[in-house]
């Protein structure tokens, strides 16, 4: 992993999600525009990571319901964009109160997704 990216998501991790009492929704939907993430210089990075924003009552909903928190205290999900699903984890943000979901290389060229483009994403807890 680009020690950069690394160093970003150290900074980035809130507390681990804690099991929380449901209900909460099969899936949920959140739409906003990916952004580039830049290195510590203020430049993209080799990698270009991609990602999109979850904050709000989703991102507090997700945390309520996620009961296994993966490595950096991230949660496991299934993610739909357009017609492109794929299981991917979400990590934990202290910057933007909520969660940030990584969209790979592939799901980005699938869906013609560059930075700034909006997009409507469909999570389920995996």
Known sequence: MDA????????????APEAGAG?????????GPVWLWQGSDGAPT???WYF????GETAQAIRAGAVNAAAWGSVYVEATVGGTTWRTSLFPSK???????P????VRKAEKIVDGTEVEAVLVLA
């Open 4 to 15: 950069d990216l690394a160093r970003f998501l150290r900074d980035e991790l809130g507390h």
């Open 23 to 31: 209900p909460w929704p099969e899936s949920w939907n959140v739409r």
């Open 46 to 48: 080799k990698g270009a």
């Open 52 to 55: 999109l924003t979850i904050d």
């Open 95 to 101: 910057a933007h109160g909520g969660w940030l979901l």
């Open 103 to 106: 969209l790979k290389a592939a």
